[in-house]
């Protein structure tokens, strides 16, 4: 290997390792000791629990599902002007 390949597998490698730990979970609730702050960490659990389940689909999907409402209904409209009968 040359050292320009070195020193570029070492920077990869030094950019992966540095950028595991920005992708850490985040920490449990149980694994808190103080009680006020396993509570808290349960509420902001909850809350976002809470957010998630609560967010309605947003404009563009309730558009885009009446607009195929919309093109059924003229398919079915020229399906029925060619298969008389069918």
């Known amino acids: 290997m040359s050292g320009n390949t070195k020193r570029l597998a070492l920077l990869l490698l030094a950019t992966i ?3 595991g730990t920005a992708f850490a979970e985040t920490p449990r609730c149980q694994d808190l000791k103080l009680r006020k702050d396993r509570d808290a960490c ?3 659990q909850a809350a976002d629990a809470r957010q998630v389940r609560s967010q309605e689909p947003n404009g563009k999907m309730i558009d885009s599902i009446e607009q195929m409402k ?3 209904d003229r398919l079915a409209k020229r399906l029925q002007g060619i298969c008389r009968g069918c």
């Open 17 to 19: 390792l540095s950028t």
């Open 42 to 44: 349960h509420a902001r």
């Open 70 to 72: 919309i093109d059924d």
